[in-house]
């Protein structure tokens, strides 16, 4: 089951990572999980950053008492895409939804700074697709697979506007117009997430926020 998830994630990863899982014989390993240092290198060729890499292997294992969900759940996206921006620039886009049902609930994630959302996220997508939820992320300007200087952001206001202007396209498919609308908003996206609700709070059934960046301390010399 992992060997197929891999292999099926690999179809929209870039040469550098298909490289990278050739050269470590990921594909015919008898063993998982993947060993951390293997992991750092995956993440490295796949541009992700020095901030995402360093994070790999630093959280302390699940508990026992909580649920571990098939990776299978964690690999595979839906579908995928480039968003242009107001400022003319290409945001990478994903989706995930139920194998088995058709999902009532849209969840659109805001990753945290020197993430993105199609890797970083997935234990957490993993859990909301598991539950029956349809999730939307995209990667923020300078991160991931998003044009722009690498992690440099020159306004959140432009940050918002990617959100606001991409997730409610979204929303305003046919198919959506019924469906329940839930922010997620991670770390220093949480500022993000709580912009977007009290832009237009009436849009929005609700947000989520974890470990939210909700003020910067000012300091005093």
Known sequence: MHRKALKESLESC????????KKHCLLSRTSFPIPVPTLRKLVRAAGLGCIAEISIGVVPP???CMP??????????????????SRGNRLFTCMWTPR???CKVLIFICHGYG??????MGDTVARLVHRGYAVHGI???????????????????????????????????????????????????????????????????????????CKVRSLTH
Not at 155 to 162: K, L, P, Q
Not at 175 to 186: C, I, P, Q
Request: glycine share 8%; hydrophobic share 35%; aromatic share 10%.
């Open 115 to 120: 993430a993105e959302c199609s890797i970083s």
């Open 62 to 64: 699940v508990p026992e």
């Open 68 to 85: 571990v969900f098939p990776n299978r759940f964690l690999a595979i996206l839906s579908g995928q895409d480039f968003f242009v921006n």
């Open 100 to 102: 088995k049902s058709e």
């Open 139 to 213: 990667n923020h300007e300078g991160h991931g697979k998003s044009s722009g200087s690498k992690g440099y952001l020159s306004s959140f206001g432009d940050v918002v506007r990617d959100c606001s202007d991409n997730f409610k396209s979204v929303c305003e498919k046919q198919e959506n117009r019924l469906k329940k609308r839930f922010l997620y908003g991670f770390s220093m996206r949480g500022t993000v997430v709580l912009q977007l609700h009290r832009k237009d709070p009436l849009y929005w059934d609700g947000a989520v926020l974890l470990a939210p960046m």
């Open 14 to 21: 870039s040469a550098a990572v298909k490289l990278e899982t």
